[in-house]
Nanobody, 120 residues
């Protein structure tokens, strides 16, 4: 089992910044991918950004140029630096990790979610 603990959400004014962190712990063998989804009120969950263990990234067009995803493989931690935030970025942000066990089976684990609110 893998557990994820998120931190860093909160209330910020438009144009401000926040940094989200998500640390994985437990029986970790290999983590080929980690990333973030978000869900705004009344909307479906959408991918924000993902990063592989080789640092290849995939960033949604809506946040490209404003959000940066990074990870520390030694700490099994993924970060999301969010700059130039606007009210459309408001939502619950969920961290995920795709964990590969010793037999090659991949399972996805989710964090508990952290609220990000962009408002003046």
């Amino acid at each position: 089992q893998v557990q994820l603990v998120e931190s860093g959400g909160g209330l910020v004014q438009p144009g401000g910044s926040l940094r989200l962190s998500c640390a994985a712990s437990g029986s970790i063998f290999s983590i080929p991918s980690m990333g973030w989804y978000r869900q705004a009120p009344g909307k479906e969950r959408e991918l924000v950004a993902a990063i592989t263990n080789f640092a290849n990234t995939n960033v949604a067009d809506s946040v490209k140029g404003r959000f940066t995803i990074s990870r520390d493989n030694a700490k099994h931690t993924v970060y999301l630096q969010m700059n130039s935030l606007n009210p459309e970025d408001t939502g619950v942000y969920y961290c995920y990790t795709d964990h590969r066990d010793g037999r090659g089976h991949i399972s996805r684990y989710w964090g508990q979610g952290t609220q990000v609110t962009v408002s003046s």
